[in-house]
């Protein structure tokens, strides 16, 4: 059974006393991902469109199409997929983290980030096949995309923990084990929205804890599913093993 709750109280009896290193990640990853924002940013502001949307005062119709030229004006499907990468290379190394902190009560260092790295040939190519699928279900329509993107939700996690699991194969499970609670884990991201709310009102500050807590949750829950689909049979222990 999905149990959200259990999930976060979890969460904050694992990061307590540890916040320092998931904290310190959550900046340098940000940081990171900051970096590859600001040529996307340079370009927007010096866009002529985007300050004709700024200083609008038209129907709703004439600025949905402004927007739409803003959008292909400032967008690269190039720069999006580099971004894609990087942040999963990110957070592969991020998830080795957890992964540790979710298993032993003992305190982390930043060496597990940095060991997390060399995962990046499987992120890169995990990146890769999840933008694929949720792409091109993403052109049926919004919401098939988003469905689709939670089923390959768990890929990360699997990919890290089982080392000898393909990328192909790691979707596979993740869908199996997804299977039944894509509405549990929607509403576990939704539980979330309000202090991401929160921390805009300290400027972003906040999401450097937020961002961990929410991160742990989702291995507790991920821990959970696989645990489910184990005793139930959906898996079997050696699909994890080759």
Not at 113 to 137: H, K, M, T
Not at 197 to 221: E, K
Request: aromatic share 16%; net charge positive.
């Amino acid at each position: 059974m999905f149990d959200r709750k259990k999930y976060k109280m979890f969460a904050r009896k694992q990061l307590k006393g540890r916040w320092a290193v998931p904290v310190i990640m959550t900046l340098i990853i940000t940081a990171i991902m900051f970096l590859f924002d600001i040529p996307n940013l340079i370009r927007l502001f010096s866009d002529e469109v985007f300050w004709k949307l700024w200083y609008f005062e038209g129907d709703i119709t004439e600025a949905y199409e402004l927007y739409n030229q803003l959008s292909s004006n400032s967008s690269s499907y190039l720069t999006s997929i580099i971004q894609v990468v990087a942040e999963a290379i990110l957070s592969f190394a991020a998830i080795n983290v957890y992964l540790k902190m979710s298993r032993s009560p003992e305190k982390v260092s930043l060496k597990y980030f940095v060991e997390g790295l060399n995962n990046w040939s499987r992120a890169f190519l995990a990146a890769l096949w999840n933008y694929l699928w949720v792409f091109i279900w993403s052109l049926l329509f919004l919401i098939p995309g988003i469905i689709k993107a939670i089923s390959y939700s768990q890929m990360y996690y699997i990919l890290c923990e089982y080392k000898d699991v393909s990328v192909t194969k790691a979707m596979r499970i993740s869908m199996i084990i997804t299977h039944g609670h894509k509405g549990d884990l929607f509403i576990t991201y939704l539980s979330f929205l309000g202090w991401i709310c929160l921390s805009a009102l300290t400027l972003g500050i906040g999401v450097l804890w937020v961002q961990p807590y929410m991160d742990m949750t989702l291995i507790n829950a991920y821990h959970a599913l696989m645990k489910e689909a184990l005793e139930l049979g959906k898996i079997k222990p050696e699909d994890l093993t080759e």
